[in-house]
């Protein structure tokens, strides 16, 4: 990388560290979500599969008996995963993957922006923006950021909410193919409607609480539940503050020279992946 080069990534990285800076936080956005519905998810996995498939991973094992032996969490090669549970004898299936959350502590924890909510709802990921501090990781209070530690080219993986099939104007592909329609997409305001209304029509069926709607500020991913969401291993204790707002003040008092540091580090990475790709390509060309 050249001078002129090193230069312009560092001022375009400085540039978004204080336009993210500036951002009101709270700032109101019909954004796209999800509503899982436990009542009626039959344990099918099909949106395992679909979701490996769009994605380009590894289909996944079928041996459904084994695998709802214990309790999965999402992976590198496993952005969504469906769990069992047997609450008073009643097997409740239960899919778990990013919870798009409103304002993520994932984006407000990345110096580069390579974690960052879109504006439709998604939280993605730019693979050209990252330097592998994996804040992302730490900063997530569902434990959703997973980094690829055993590939030659690791990344960042979670679920985008299928981002790429939104922009063609398709929906999320575990939705698409959901047989019970456990899944449901659409406009996040028109799901939280919709799970009002099926508490109230059926109280008898539902806990009175839509997971997500008021969790960590709201989430982009709601949830209904006949049990309490304890049962399933959620997270109950995080409150309803989005977690960016707890560092805010912190972040306004940081010297304008740390902002650079971020900044630097993301040069000398795309430095180093180009000088990498480069030299590469001369061995390839026999040299």
Known sequence: MDRRNFLATVGTAVGASFIGRNAKASEKIEMMGILIDTTKCLGCRSCEYSCAEA??????????????NSHR?????????????????NEIYVKEQCMHCAQPACAAACLTRAMHKTKE???VWDGSKCMGCRFCMISCPFDIPKF??????????K????????????IPACAENCPNEAIVFGKRSDLIHEANNRIYSEPDAYV??????????????????????????????????????????FLYGVPVIL????????????STKREKTFTEGEGGNGH
Not at 55 to 68: A, I, Q, R, V
Not at 148 to 157: D, L, V, W
Not at 259 to 270: E, K, Q, R, V, W
């Open 73 to 89: 969490k999402t992976s590198e090669n496993s952005l969504t995963v469906v769990n069992k549970f047997v609450i008073d004898e």
């Open 121 to 123: 709802g998604p939280v």
């Open 208 to 249: 009175k609480h839509i997971y997500g709607e008021h969790e960590v500020g709201g989430t982009g991913v709601l949830y209904l539940s006949s049990v309490s969401f304890e049962n399933f291993k959620f997270r109950t204790d995080l409150g309803e503050e989005a977690y960016p707002e707890f560092t805010k003040e």
């Open 148 to 157: 690829e530690y055993f590939s030659a080219n690791p990344k960042i993986s």
């Open 159 to 170: 679920c985008v909410m299928c981002w790429e099939r939104l922009a063609k104007g398709e």
């Open 259 to 270: 902002t650079l540091f971020p900044a630097f580090l993301l040069a000398l990475s795309n």
């Open 55 to 68: 994605n380009g991973y590894p289909e996944p094992s079928d041996d459904s008996d084994k695998l709802f």
